[in-house]
């Protein structure tokens, strides 16, 4: 907690994660000057950060990279109010909670996943930046997580000729080659082909870590005022699950059967060789803008992806029993139950988002930037699947003895098409106070035959009240539609499941003392309802409610010397009258992150950096017999699970030197070996060890 104090103490005296122009912009700009402007993902409209009412973050390329990522949750880890891979580092799928909710993820403005485990995990050398979009924003992007979303913007081509090649050598035998090129054709052609080849471990065993990813484009500019550009995508990984699920007893609490049972936190509980998450996604896209005057834009967008996956595993049941998995099979505390499970899943997404942007004025001092538009999205998943359970040591598995299964048989399918209208205002007052308003209205049809409809609203002001201060006030709404019908218990069900909504005031202010810096400072209040809750008999209720509170701060200050300072800090609170097990996210998450060059030569330069990310202690509460197996436990009664506290630092060292760059990243620097989160169902999951890794590279 000293450590978080300490931290959140600079917030004082330190200047939010700056938002970096595009690429385009960045490099018209002189190196002492960054321009602050916005991310599509707030209004779908290029308006500077300070004049927008809600709070927005942008990662550039090159600053994850500094951070040492290796995946898409990582990228965000050094941002405020958010809490990166909080289950710990999954090959499967990634993960990020904004404001203590789980967030959607999103790839150039189109949601990107719409099922667990149906596919594989974006690779962030693909993206130019990641774009945080921190509460509710159904608005402008229709169903969506309330807590906020995380957009991937692709790297698209450039009218310049250039590249790099790298190759990458780091713990576990992680080895790799990257390149990037970019090649322009003509003054209005050009192409670009991004790809990594990977072969690699992981710190769990038999777990591998390999991929192999292609990401041509295509952008041609027929005229000054059209742009059109094709983007392709064939990404195939070969891993498995870093996740085991080990039971919370012998790993975060002693086992009372066995005293000197401690399992080891990375056990591997499956089978070499069967146990694999192994996947192939295929995405095409385009993108067309055209200026019809300088006031009038059309913007036409849409993607296929075509994902198959394969996701054969086995678990151990630490679920039944969950203060003591050990004795329901047995007196020996090394005996559990361990289960099989085998899918095959297909899934199909086409989305498209087209609108018309209009440019004019009611009045000398008062001008509009009008935002008309439509979008529509399918997506079909299908699954099959096998498996079975056993009895196994857990302390000295007989990996060679386990069952295992082949899913075959009919794929069972869910679809769902959602189709949205919106339009949003943005009116510029005297070029010192901004009001955004908006609204949108979706149906949404499911395979099953329902239908869903939803309405919701955005409004918010900001105001310059000199010395670059603006403070401002928000007003958001968002809506999550949700497949199926309440389960009674008995076999048969109910209504189907309402849209899940919620709604979120927020009130704060931005503070940009120069180009280099932008501070942002919010407290924020969200109600979300209609939330799904699982019942000890295996029924379902949809009377879940939650709300929750908070405070975020984000600061940057970048000096003409090179030197970078980022600063975040984020309180939420999360709270509900009907499901305790809801309130199990950390409510503190801290951090700050640096970095500084210095000139070696004329030609070499050095950058150091360094970063420190503290998440407070979770608690996870949970009925302490979830079957009834125990009459002398009164039915209904719960106990809590506290994972402490973690902090990590990771550390850049970084020559450039003429064309060539050398780089060493260290992640989790000290090795701390923590738990990201232990929960009270049962099982504990472990945070990442220290990784480092080894880069070459030639830019030209």
Known sequence: MNKMMVMAGFAGVLVT?????????????????IVVTAANAGTKTQTPLIELPQPITIITSDQFTAQGAISISDTVKYAAGVLANPYGRDTRVDGFNVRGLDALQFRDGMRDIFSYYASITADPYNFSRVEIVRGPASVLFGQGSIGGLVNLVSKTPEFRTGGELSLVYGSYDRKEALGDVNIALSDTLAIRAVGRVRKADTYVDHVPDDRVMFAPSLRWQPTPDTDIVLTGLYQEDDTGSTSQFLPIVGTFHPNPSNPDGKLDRYTFVGKAGWDRYNGRSLQGGASITHNFSDNV??????????????????????????????????????????????????????????????????????????????????????????????????????YDALLTYDPSGPFSSESQKQLGVYVQDQIRFFDRVSVVVGGRRDHVKHSSGNTDNATTFRAGIIGEIGAGFSPFFSYTESFLPIAGSIDNGDGTFGNPYKPQSGTQYEVGFKWQPTRRALVTVTAFKIKEQNRVLYLSNGATSQSGKLKTKGIEFEASYTLPENFELLLNYGYSKLRSEVDTSLDYMPRHTASIWSTKSFDLTERARLRLGAGVVYNSNSKSTGPLDPYGLNPAIPSGELYSVITPSRTTIDALAEITWDKWRFALNATNLLNNRNFASCLARGDCFMAAPRNVMGTVGLRF
Do not use: C
């Open 297 to 398: 834009w059309l913007s036409l967008k849409a993607r296929y992806i075509d994902s198959d996956l394969e996701y054969f595993t086995h678990y151990a049941d630490s679920y039944t029993n969950p203060t003591d998995p050990f004795a329901v099979y047995g007196a020996d505390g090394r005996t559990i139950g361990l289960s099989a499970d085998a899918s095959d899943a297909r899934m199909n997404v086409f989305s498209t988002d087209n609108n018309l942007q209009f440019k004019f004025h009611t009045g000398d001092h008062i001008e509009h930037t009008m935002l008309i538009g439509i979008d529509y999205s399918w997506n079909k998943v299908r699954k099959r699947y096998a498996g079975g359970s056993e009895i196994v040591d857990i302390y000295d598995i007989d």
């Open 17 to 33: 994660q700056p938002a970096w122009a595009d690429d385009s912009t960045d490099a018209q700009a002189p190196r002492d000057e």
